[in-house]
Antibody
Framework: QVQLQQSGPGLVKPSQTLSLTCAISGDSVSSNSAAWNWIRQSPSRGLEWLGRTYYRSKWNNDYAVSVKSRITINPDTSKNQFSLQLNSVSPEDTAVYYC??????????????WGQGTLVTVSS | DIVMTQSPDSLAVSLGERTTINCKSSQSVLYSSNNKNYLAWYQQKPGQPPKLLIYWASTRKSGVPDRFSGSGSGTYFTLTISSLQAEDVAVYYCQQYYTAPPWTFGQGTKVEIK
């Protein structure tokens, strides 16, 4: 059974960096069939995909255009986890952040496992 | 990006009644080479992450009750709950993965008990 466990602060000051981690059990961040994603949810923006990291002979990343200049998603193979960094945050980045897995060939492009969610509030 | 639009935004249904949620995509999500619709449905209960119910527009994920079904093709899709149960109270989302990335979601449909 795959489990994703999120950790990180729930309060970030404006202009600072939001950092979250998603620890994986039951699968590998280096899987050749999975991709590891960050998604956020807010009343104003709904569910918004932010980016992913995945391994296909080498590490790859894709990011949403809306955050591309501010986001980094990194795998950590030693701890079997991946992380989100979002720079220069503003109150508009206040949201519940989720990590989620998508796996090719099994459930199409559906996100089949999700972390528990972290409410991140951007406020001074 | 493909825009996903759901209707209605909310609905109240009596227990045991049929529930229908609609989803329209701004362009077709049907991939002609494999005749698959790149669309998924999720259920989200308060305080929980979304739960994948259906993928390829009509394939139920293992463990999902068979009262949930998906249909449609191209740009119009429907999620049907054949007989609403109390535990089905939730917000439901459609999501396309035809042009993923990015994945895009509908705005959600809230289902309540009448």
């Amino acid at each position: 059974q795959v489990q994703l466990q999120q950790s990180g602060p729930g309060l970030v000051k404006p202009s600072q960096t939001l950092s979250l981690t998603c620890a994986i059990s039951g699968d590998s961040v280096s899987s050749n069939s999975a991709a590891w994603n960050w998604i956020r949810q807010s009343p104003s923006r709904g569910l918004e995909w932010l980016g992913r990291t995945y391994y296909r002979s080498k590490w790859n990343n894709d990011y949403a255009v809306s955050v591309k200049s501010r986001i980094t998603i990194n795998p950590d193979t030693s701890k079997n986890q991946f992380s989100l960094q979002l720079n220069s945050v503003s109150p508009e980045d206040t949201a519940v952040y989720y990590c989620a897995r998508v796996i090719a060939g099994t459930t199409g492009g559906g996100f089949d496992y999700w972390g528990q969610g972290t409410l991140v509030t951007v406020s001074s | 990006d493909i825009v996903m639009t759901q209707s209605p935004d909310s609905l109240a249904v009596s227990l045991g009644e049929r529930t229908t949620i609609n989803c329209k995509s701004s362009q077709s999500v049907l991939y002609s080479s494999n005749n698959k619709n790149y669309l998924a449905w999720y259920q989200q209960k308060p305080g929980q992450p979304p739960k994948l119910l259906i993928y390829w527009a009509s394939t139920r994920k293992s463990g999902v009750p068979d009262r949930f079904s998906g249909s449609g093709s191209g740009t119009y899709f429907t999620l049907t709950i054949s007989s609403l149960q109390a535990e089905d109270v939730a917000v439901y989302y459609c999501q396309q993965y035809y042009t993923a990335p990015p994945w895009t979601f509908g705005q959600g449909t809230k289902v309540e008990i009448k």
